[in-house]
């Protein structure tokens, strides 16, 4: 039996690894900068906390001293850890995301999956071969929706229904299912059937980060999983790296962004994958500071906090051509005099490009990098940014999809 805390440890190693050379060159000039924008407000704090700051700057320089120290610390323990998980043994005891016990009492050779990002993540990690089930919504990798229409993969509902006697069908060895409350009542249906069943639930970054860990963990591929986090983490830093250097060279602020995932001000907090997504792009969520996930803003609050980009999600024509959408939400009352209406800088965001930032998954850093240049083009020396930012956008960018 493997202890889940082992993986949760291993995987913070990983990410503290990725994101050490970053730390070093980025650690002292944050925290100095940040203590300066504190004290904006109040210049005659600022005397009074001198001996604070340079106690700070002291701090910092033994910091970053200390940590190459913890970088050879952290590479022991990493490979001590990843030799001890290389061959996961069964069975397995997990905690799922709703804090569910769960018991794995083999590899699972068949599996369905219930979410699109669940989907891709199994495929990410080269097990689509065991894939017997999705969703109707899991239409990635390509290679997906051919054995769907050939049969080999059968769709059993969607994130409203499930078709329980064709999943009992398939035999699973293990049921992956993205937590909804419409999804909930299927949960103990199939575990009552002596089914596994495994509930994600996905809100922040971090979430992702430990759902790849924690399949990769029941489906027998550490390895794989490790890689892929690495391989996620570092591009995510590469984008972040260039943003960040634009905006220290050139002294220019940080865009601030409203994203409205559906046209009746649905938007999202500061603890949601997708505020990470603005975040690592260099941006500011006009709405970061607010503790709720997901909800609904009012029209009022978008205008006090003037964003200067706003991103609209296309939500696959539901609400007329991309220029239609745009017009819709520009010709609210007041919204006229928001800077990214004035400027001309709302985006449709559609096509493959909805599918990648919108989902949990492997391709979140992709979405990252594509964000990152529709905030800041001039670091990519983009020369327009078009309305509509789709799969054709994000090839002429440079940015691979595969």
């Given at each position: 039996m493997v202890s889940q805390k082992i993986y949760v440890v291993l995987l913070s190693i990983v990410l503290v690894f990725s994101i050490a050379s970053f730390m070093i060159n980025y650690l002292l000039i944050t925290e100095v900068r940040d203590m300066l924008l504190?004290?904006?407000?109040?210049?005659?704090?600022?005397?009074a906390n001198v001996s604070e700051l340079q106690e700070l700057v002291n701090t910092l320089s033994r910091r970053t001293e200390e940590v190459g120290d913890a970088i050879k610390v952290l590479q022991l323990r990493y490979e001590e850890l990843s030799s001890e998980l290389r061959e996961v043994k069964y069975p397995l005891v997990m905690t799922d995301s709703v804090g569910r016990t769960v018991f794995v009492n083999y590899e699972p050779l068949r599996v369905v999956s219930v979410g699109p990002s669940l989907t891709e993540v199994l495929f990410a990690l080269g097990l689509g071969d065991r894939v017997v089930g999705v969703d109707r919504f899991s239409n990635y990798p390509p290679v997906l929706n051919e054995l769907v229409m050939n049969g080999t993969i059968k769709v059993v509902g969607d994130a409203f229904t499930l078709n329980v006697e064709l999943i009992v069908s398939l035999k699973p060895d293990v049921v992956f299912l993205t937590y909804s409350a419409q999804l909930e009542k299927y949960v103990k249906t199939?575990?009552?059937?002596?089914?596994?069943?495994?509930?994600?639930?996905?809100?922040?970054?971090?979430?992702?980060?430990?759902?790849?860990?924690?399949?990769?963990?029941?489906?027998?591929?550490?390895?794989?999983?490790?890689?892929?986090?690495k391989n996620m983490t570092s591009s995510i830093m590469s984008t972040y790296s260039i943003v960040t250097s634009y905006l220290n060279t050139t002294g220019a602020p940080k865009v601030r962004v409203y994203w409205e995932i559906f046209p009746d001000y649905w938007t999202f907090g500061g603890n949601t994958f997708q505020n990470s997504v603005v975040v690592y792009a260099g941006g500011e969520n006009i709405f970061g500071n607010t503790t709720l996930s997901w909800f609904?803003?009012?029209?009022?609050?978008?205008?006090?906090?003037?964003?200067?980009?706003?991103?609209?999600?296309?939500?696959?024509?539901?609400?007329?051509?991309?220029?239609?959408?745009?017009?819709m939400v520009s010709s609210r009352p007041g919204w006229s005099n928001i800077t990214a209406v004035r400027e001309g800088r709302?985006?449709?965001?559609?096509?493959?490009?909805?599918?990648?930032?919108?989902?949990?998954?492997?391709?979140?850093?992709?979405?990252?990098?594509?964000?990152?240049?529709?905030?800041y083009p001039e670091a990519y020396n983009i020369t327009q940014v078009p309305s509509f930012v789709d799969e054709n956008v994000a090839s002429l960018w440079g940015v691979s999809l595969s």
């Open positions: 504190r004290q904006e407000s109040a210049i005659g704090m600022v005397q199939l575990s009552d059937l002596g089914i596994c069943v495994y509930v994600v639930r996905v809100e922040d970054l971090g979430d992702v980060y430990n759902t790849i860990m924690s399949l990769g963990l029941i489906m027998n591929r550490v390895d794989v999983a490790l890689e892929l986090l609904v803003a009012t029209p009022e609050s978008v205008i006090s906090l003037n964003p200067s980009v706003i991103l609209l999600s296309y939500n696959y024509g539901m609400f007329g051509s991309p220029q239609d959408l745009i017009v709302v985006y449709v965001l559609g096509g493959v490009v909805e599918d990648i930032v919108s989902r949990p998954g492997p391709r979140l850093s992709l979405a990252i990098e594509i964000l990152a240049r529709i905030l």
